[in-house]
Structures are given as C-alpha cells and as structure tokens.
C-alpha cells in the first residue's frame, strides 16, 4: 500500500492521451485567492484523477483482464458510468426520427424537383449490444449514447445570434451541428438509451435568428452504408466530412470540388477514442480502415499560436507516418492547439471562418477548392476577441461546426467567453 501510495504521489504524470487524442488536465498554480474560492483544491483533484502515472499501461490491462476472465453482465449489457438523458421529455418520448418520417416533414417535393435519395436501411436496426461508459458496442461498431437537452441548444443558439448582431450585414452567419455515429446506427432496443440528436438539431435551428442552418444529417443519411463514421471513434470519417463539407459549400453556394480531385490515402490499422472510452476488446481487435483525402489544388497553410504569435508555415494533412495508430485523426492539422489559415488559389475574394470542435478538422481539406482564404479556430483555446479578429481578418462567411456534444454541451460555453476577452 506505501508503495503504492508513493507512485501516485511521486510517479511521473502524463500530459498527452494518445488514445483519447487530448491534453490531459494540468496541474493548477497555487495562489491564495484560488485556494479561499476553491478552484485550486478542485483543479488539482481533476489533475490528480485524470493525469494518472502510467494511465495507458493500467487502462489496457484492465481491459485484457476483463476479456480474458469473460466479464460481462445481465442480457448482455456492459454498463459503467451513467447515461444522461433529456430533461426535455423523457426518453421513451424521443426515439430517432425514422428517415421517411423526417423527409416528409422537412422537404417539399415539387413536379420540377427530383426524386428524393434513397435513404439505406440501418443495417443495425435489430442488433443487441452492450453499453460501456455511456457507449453503446454493436458488433463491432461503437457510438455515444446522447443526453444534451434543448435549453442547452436553445443558448447555443442565443451566443451565434450575438456574433450575428455584432458581425452586422457584413459577414454571413450559419450554424452546423453535425450528429454523431449513434443518429445513424442505433438499434430499436436502445432508443430509450439516448436522446434525439436529430430533434435538439431542429430545436437549436428554431432558435437562430438571422443564421442560417447547414444541414449535415440530410446529408449523410444517403450514405449511411458507406464509411462516414468510424467504428472504433467517436469523430467522423473523412469521407463523412467530405459530405459535411459538400453539404456547407452548397448552402454558401460556393464551389466544391468532386472527390476524384483528391488523392486518397489509406491505413487498414485504425482503433480509436472508443476503445481508450471502453477498454472494449471488441473494438481493439476489429480495427478499421482509415481512408483519407489530400487535395490536389493550390493552397498554403500558415499556423499560429492561439494567441495569434508565433506564425509559421506547415502542412495542413500531416505525414501519417507521424502518428500512432489510435492518433490517425490528428493527420489533419496536427489537432486543435493552433490557429489555422489555409490560403488558396480560388479567385472569389471569400474568406471563411470556422468556429469549431475536432469535427470540423477534417472538413478543412474538402473546402480548398471553396474559398480564396479559410480561417480556423477551435472555440476552447482561441485567446484574442473574437469579434475583433473576424474584422481584422475580412471574414466574409462565418461557420460554427461542431458535434452536437460541443453545441450541447459545455463546449458551447466557450463561444461566449470568445465574445469578452
């Protein structure tokens, strides 16, 4: 036991997770004033919990310890931790939109119009799963089970309305909260276990006003069947934010290039976020392809520290060879921790401003056949005043992107801290 009390206390800490592709929390600077309101003995117990010595080595033992004595539990489900719901409506109320319900409510069919797509089954409909720390496993997919609530949208919705108000006519705003893997692929068993992404979407577009909404589900449902989302993480695949972006480009009514102007790229090695969120063995030992997009058009990226200091030129998809498996996302940008400007070799004197989460990184590539000059800010870390740097920039078209875990969230809270500093 003193052994093991004195590696807690002496043992080296880690910074990075590689398997969950973020920082992990730092230790905070002592002062007075944050020890009399708290803040620091709360910031170091998160430090202590999340910054564990040896944090990768335990978590995968853990995990071959359980799949090798068979652990599991009652009708199959694997529960650790909590799923939090709505307080909306209760669950049972707030099943997943069937896509042929959805069409008909949301789109007008004219004589002159073409035939809606053909939206594919969900392949997954009548599958049994477990559920692991608020994900769901089926087969050998994984998704997060979704809890945000409507009146988190509804504020979500209030901070892009104030970056409307003081952008004026100049700038064009538009939100895009984009679903996640569990709207696509849920089985009917857990409808109870999730929230409509699909709804708190519709509620959020109810709310923005002189803002217009990018419709990314409409978008992907065609391609269900395809590869838009990983199996084994919680972000999209590139090929799902390829449609992501067609679908922004579309509404900007901007050009955009076909994907055979890309040169794909391939790794057949891929585990993910899920598996570090789970310990699944499941997910660990069926990995995925992962299969991006380099374009081929002119463009030069330039990166800054979020305080806008230290420009420096890189590239905007990294060498892959770079990265372990389980950091595959991380090709595009290197992650989150820099300001990203893409300019490009499109004459139509636009420039974009992205206001995102992870998400977004990967819609980046897709946009360079789009737009003379693309901005990129990651809400949780960019330190100037927002408002003040869209003006410096010319930002002609503003675009918040991001999961409906950000836009619902406690990432939203950031777009309003973005607004004061």
């Not at 857990?190 to 990018?214: F, R």
């Not at 002609?396 to 939203?412: E, K, P, Q």
Request: hydrophobic share 35%.
């Amino acid at each position: 036991m003193c052994v093991a009390t004195a590696f807690m206390l002496l043992g080296e800490r880690p910074t990075e997770s590689f398997e969950e592709n973020r920082s992990l929390a730092k230790c905070p600077t002592f002062t007075i004033e944050s020890y009399l309101d708290g803040s620091f003995t709360s910031q170091f117990a998160e430090y202590f919990n999340d910054a564990v010595p040896m944090r990768s080595t335990f978590r995968n033992m853990i995990s071959g310890y359980r799949d090798a004595m068979g652990i599991d539990y009652d009708d199959g489900v694997e529960i650790h931790g909590t799923v939090t719901l709505s307080n909306n409506t209760p669950a049972e109320t707030q099943p997943i939109s069937e896509p042929e319900q959805l069409i008909a409510e949301t789109v007008e069919v004219t004589e002159a119009e073409t035939e809606p797509p053909t939206i594919p089954p969900n392949e997954y409909a009548d599958a049994e799963g477990e559920i692991a720390n608020s994900v769901l496993i089926v087969d050998d997919r994984g998704m997060e089970l979704y809890g945000g609530t409507f009146e988190a949208g509804e504020t979500y919705a209030s901070y892009v309305n104030q970056y409307k108000q003081l952008l004026g006519d100049s700038v064009n705003v538009y939100s895009m909260v984009i679903p996640t893997a569990v709207s696509f692929y849920l089985p009917k068993k857990y409808e109870s276990a999730t929230v409509s992404e699909i709804e708190n979407i519709e509620h959020i577009n109810k709310y923005l006003t002189d803002v217009t909404p990018i419709d990314a589900y409409q978008a992907l449902l065609p391609h269900r069947n395809e590869a838009i989302y990983s199996r084994t993480d919680h972000h999209w695949q590139p090929l799902g934010a390829y449609y992501g972006a067609k679908a922004l480009a579309e509404t900007l009514d901007a050009p955009f290039a076909d994907l055979s102007e890309y040169e794909e790229k391939r790794r057949d090695d891929y585990v993910g976020t899920l598996y570090s969120f789970t310990n699944s063995m499941t997910l660990k030992n069926n990995p995925e392809p992962f299969i991006y997009y380099v374009p081929k058009c002119e463009y030069r990226t330039i990166y800054y520290n979020n305080d806008m200091t230290g420009q420096r030129e890189g590239d905007l998809i990294y060498d892959i060879d770079n990265f372990s498996p389980v950091s595959y996302y991380l090709v595009f940008m290197y992650g989150d921790d820099c300001v990203t400007h893409v300019h490009t070799g499109v004459h139509n004197n636009r420039t974009l401003c992205i206001i995102k989460d992870s998400y977004a990184n990967a819609m980046i590539p897709c946009l360079t056949s789009s737009f003379s000059n693309i901005w990129v800010v990651d809400m949780r870390y960019f330190q100037k005043n927002i408002i003040s740097f869209l003006q410096q920039k010319g930002v002609t078209d503003l675009v918040f992107a991001m999961s409906t875990f950000s836009a619902t969230g406690i990432n939203y809270l950031h777009l309003n801290e973005l607004l004061h500093q």
